[in-house]
């Protein structure tokens, strides 16, 4: 006759057969769980910049703001991935070096759409990446949400969402932002306006609007005008 396996508590070895395959069964489980491939094409925000090469970087006029190269933009550039919204900028001279504070705005369409959000130059930014920093370092990063409730030319719409990850080095600047922070889910475009002034109100906003996707291109289209900020 067959034999019949007896796993009763009178059988030890039947149980540590069983308990080493339950073992084996969940590092198994385990395994698949945690391990993820590496991302080769994601940036990571470190202060090193070798890992946005390939992305396309917009260029800025040099001519733009002569008064303080600190805050000339050249360039500027928004990528994304799975998981993070990743925004690159690039000035004349060392970005933060003086004493007193600078400040970089991102304005971010965040559903791509202008007749929606704070109403800036063309784009109607659902949120507000600004990044504050002086002595060549970063003192703060937040990402702000719009207020929809609110009149689409006031400033004080905006209202303090979460902290982001910054870091700046000499004359580049680094910053990511979590897609479920901005309400977007991976692939969907996105459209974003860079502008860096200092305390005494020299200023300078990328000529060119920031899409992710080909689905942006047209709201990037749209005319920039000239809007101070407060």
Do not use: C
């Amino acid at each position: 006759p067959p034999t019949v396996l007896d796993f009763s508590s009178d059988n030890p070895k039947r149980l540590q057969l069983v308990a080493v395959t339950v073992v084996l069964l969940l590092l198994g489980v385990s395994w698949l769980v945690f391990w993820m491939p590496e991302e080769t094409d994601r940036v990571s925000i470190d202060g090193e910049f070798s890992d946005w090469s390939g992305i396309a970087i917009i260029p800025d006029s040099e001519a733009d703001q002569l008064t303080n190269r600190n805050v000339n933009l050249l360039g500027g550039a928004m990528q994304a991935d799975a998981v993070y919204l990743s925004i690159y900028a690039e000035t004349e001279e060392s970005l933060f070096s003086g004493v007193t504070t600078d400040l970089l705005r991102v304005f971010i369409d965040s559903d791509a759409d202008s007749a929606t959000g704070y109403d800036y130059r063309g784009i109607g930014a659902d949120h507000l990446l600004e990044i504050a920093g002086a002595g060549t370092i970063v003192s703060a990063a937040y990402l702000y949400v719009w207020d929809n409730d609110r009149g689409r030319t006031d400033w004080n719409g905006f209202t303090a969402l979460t902290s982001v990850n910054a870091r700046a080095s000499a004359n580049r600047l680094e910053a990511q932002v979590p897609l479920f922070d901005l309400s977007l889910a991976e692939g969907e475009p996105v459209v974003a306006l860079l502008h860096v002034g200092d305390s005494a109100g020299h200023e300078d906003t990328l000529d060119t609007m920031l899409v992710t996707s080909g689905a942006a291109l047209d709201v990037a289209l749209l005319p920039i005008g000239d809007f101070p900020l407060p």
